[in-house]
């Protein structure tokens, strides 16, 4: 049976402030300033048009479905992509850090298969437990993972997978 999952309350939240206050910070000055150079201008409605498309990524999602399921997972946002476990062909994880002491940030997992990418933030209500699926398929197959996304799954506490040689690959296509 599937668990349906969606992005924490407070992370939502949290990204709608941010895009307002962005928002704000680089509109308002167009509005309030009469004779701002166009230069300033023009920069300051990019930097607006990039906190509005932030603001509108963070709508979606809000409203993003994920279910979850020993069969695998399936995701509906703009449209629905279902990537079974058995056709997982590649597993990342990366850190995203908000501070130069990497001391917050967050992650993002992104399970390739089957002519499918889904891409899940940390915020996601069980990420941990949906990572923790990932590295067990991972590690039952074999699959080549990155010394990055390794380190990124022990750092979760979620050990056993070993990274991909990047010899054994530069080898094979010397090979033919």
Known sequence: ????????????????????????????????????HWVFAVILAVLGLL????????????????????????????RRRHLPWEALEEVKLAYFSTRRDRSQGWMQLTLIGNGTSISLDSPLEHFHEIAEEAARHVRARRLPVSTATVLNFESLGIHGLKPADPLAGHLRQGEG
């Open 1 to 36: 049976m599937a668990t349906e999952l969606r992005y924490q309350r407070e992370a939502i939240r949290a990204d709608y402030i941010r895009a307002a206050i962005g928002i704000a910070f680089a509109v308002g000055p167009l509005l309030f300033i009469p004779q701002i």
């Open 51 to 78: 906190f509005l498309a932030f603001g509108v990524r963070t709508w979606l999602r809000g409203r993003t479905r994920i279910l979850a399921g020993p069969e695998g997972l399936t995701v509906e946002d703009r």
